[in-house]
């Protein structure tokens, strides 16, 4: 069975602050992608990321940056200089990849971020 | 236009009444799911379907059934509304091919507010 933990409930952070968010995952599947999904204050899921197991490559994107860690299982997302418009709740997902179980993603339970000017 | 569609976005009703939630999708992808979102918990999976003919029960599915029309609709029912009910409702598609680029990630509605009285 998959799962993952996203410890942090909610963070508050003040403007220009970075913030991290954790993700940790757990899986006996040596083959699976791992996912990031916004939702912001309107409720739309917005599709951040992909990592697959195979790419511990860390990424950034302008402002967003992520660590994938296999060793310890964790998948981290950290905004730079925070802004207004990153308040959202945040999603890490976990899709394994076998026949059956493609595209069942667990999801974690998610990390309110919110940003004050 | 949405590649993703819901219908209603928003409905309240009484227990005991019979539901339907609408999904229909333009993006061809032959696999499509329910999610139920309540806070603290992230989004669960309530079924899945791979293709017209196939349809899977997710970790949530006590109290729902769903109807694949066609490759593009996929319907989620409450037979008899009760309280605990009350959440928001993704429809989300995805596409298998890897092999063609693709991320593989979830393509989500906009979600289907449900209150049940």
């Known amino acids: 069975a998959q799962k993952v933990t996203q410890a942090q409930t909610e963070i508050s952070v003040v403007e220009k602050e970075d913030v991290t968010l954790d993700c940790v995952y757990e899986t006996r599947d040596t083959t699976y992608y791992l996912f990031w999904y916004k939702q912001p204050p309107s409720g739309e899921l917005v599709f951040l990321i992909r990592r697959n197991s195979f790419d511990e490559q860390n990424e950034i994107s302008g402002r967003y940056s992520w660590n994938f860690q296999k060793s310890t299982s964790s998948f981290n997302f950290t905004i730079t200089a925070s802004q207004v418009v990153d308040s959202a709740v945040y999603f890490c997902?976990?899709?394994?990849?076998?026949?059956?179980?493609?595209?069942?993603?667990?999801f974690g339970a998610g990390t309110q971020v919110v940003v004050t000017p | 236009d949405a590649d993703v569609t819901q219908t209603p976005r928003n409905r309240i009703t009484k227990t005991g009444k019979r539901i339907m939630l609408e999904c229909s999708q333009t993006?061809?992808?032959?696999?499509m799911y329910w999610y139920r979102q309540d806070p603290g918990l992230g989004l669960r999976l309530i079924y899945y379907s791979f293709d017209v003919k196939d349809i899977n029960k997710g970790e949530i599915s006590d109290g729902y059934s769903v109807s694949r029309q066609a490759q593009a609709k996929f319907s989620l029912s409450l037979e008899s509304a009760i309280p605990n009910q009350t959440a928001l409702y993704f429809c989300a598609t995805s596409d298998l091919k890897i092999r063609d680029g693709n991320t593989g990630e979830l393509f989500f509605g906009e979600g289907s507010r449900l209150t049940v009285l």
């Open positions: 993006k061809g992808h032959d696999r």
């Open positions: 997902a976990l899709s394994v990849m076998t026949t059956d179980s493609w595209g069942k993603f667990q």
